[in-house]
């Protein structure tokens, strides 16, 4: 049996819609959602992403505001820069675009983010009012995975979920949020003595690890629910997930291709957010 293959671009598509939809209806009190997004430097991929944020700005009918500095610009420089959107009543959502050029401390950056601006969820306070279960708002890729396994029809509570990786922006977050679903988590890393022993008694298997095709199906139980949230170039320039995608689609019962998976969904919450930081802001249910 070929495994249900979750469609992360028609997903996200579908939220953006429903941010839309609600969006159009803040517009008539007067309330449009604002997003300030801060780029330093040059880097390619940072740039195509904030492009992709911009547009998407566009797309549901948000304010934006593009920051781009030069690589030179010092840390007090972009921490003033923060401190002046932080005040901005235009603006709800401010993203600094990481990584940052080496000589700005970019933990004094995100710790100088209002919380209540904090739509990328790094913030230290975000993060602890996450593993307290305080509303927060909720860092954008592990929002996305959670979004994607509920959507694809599977309910969390009770079942096993091993997530591979303990990042900081993914693995801790991802477990955090399957936690506060009810599944029972269990958090594997590069120490992990068994690895494949305990992958492969996950009913819901997270990949976050940054090594392509590091999981075959010897690592999936059947029927399981892979989400891979590896993004990793291959010598011949195509991208590919930390799942071997073509091994594991038969034994799984449902995946996540990449791309096409956890990809589309980052900015689409990153929105997600943005309008939920609105809505607060203006004291709107
Ligand atoms: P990090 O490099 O920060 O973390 C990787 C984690 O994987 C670490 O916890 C590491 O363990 C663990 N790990 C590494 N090798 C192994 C191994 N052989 N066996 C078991 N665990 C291992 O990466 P990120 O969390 O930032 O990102 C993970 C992947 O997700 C990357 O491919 C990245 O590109 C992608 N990504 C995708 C996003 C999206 O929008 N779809 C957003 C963010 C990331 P240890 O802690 O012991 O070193």
Avoid: W
């Avoid at 890393?189 to 819901?204: G, V």
Wanted: negative net charge.
């Amino acid at each position: 049996m070929t495994a249900q293959i979750i469609n992360g671009k028609a997903i996200s598509d579908m939220i953006r819609e429903e941010v839309k939809a609600e969006t159009d209806k803040l517009r008539q009190q007067g309330v449009v959602p604002g997003l300030a997004v801060v780029l330093v430097g040059e880097d390619p991929a940072s740039k195509v992403y904030v492009g992709s944020k911009e547009k998407a700005c566009i797309q549901l009918g948000f304010y934006s505001e593009v920051h781009r500095l030069s690589a030179d610009t010092s840390e007090e420089e972009l921490l003033a820069l923060i401190h002046k959107l932080n005040e901005q009543s235009t603006i709800n959502g401010i993203l600094v675009q990481l990584p940052l050029p080496k000589h700005i401390n970019e933990k004094a950056v995100i710790d100088a983010i209002s919380v209540d601006k904090d739509v990328d969820g790094f913030h230290p306070e975000s993060v602890g009012n996450l593993v307290i279960g305080d509303d927060s708002l909720l860092p954008c890729t592990p929002a996305g995975v959670i979004e994607l396994i509920k959507r694809a029809g599977t309910d969390i509570a009770g079942k096993h979920a091993v997530v591979i990786g303990r990042s900081n922006i993914v693995g801790k977050p991802v477990a955090m949020l399957l936690l506060r679903e009810n599944a029972t988590v269990t958090i594997c890393h590069s120490r992990t003595a068994n690895l494949k022993e305990i992958a492969s008694q996950a009913d819901i298997l997270v990949a976050a690890i940054g090594r392509a095709k590091a999981i075959d199906s010897s690592y999936v139980k059947p029927g399981a629910v892979v989400i891979d949230v590896g993004i990793n170039r291959l010598p011949d320039g195509k991208l590919a997930g930390d799942v071997d995608y073509e091994d594991c689609l038969e034994v799984s019962g449902a995946i996540t291709p990449v791309p096409g998976g956890v990809g589309p969904m980052t900015i689409t919450m990153l929105m997600s957010n943005t309008l939920k930081a609105a809505k607060k802001a203006h004291g709107i249910g």
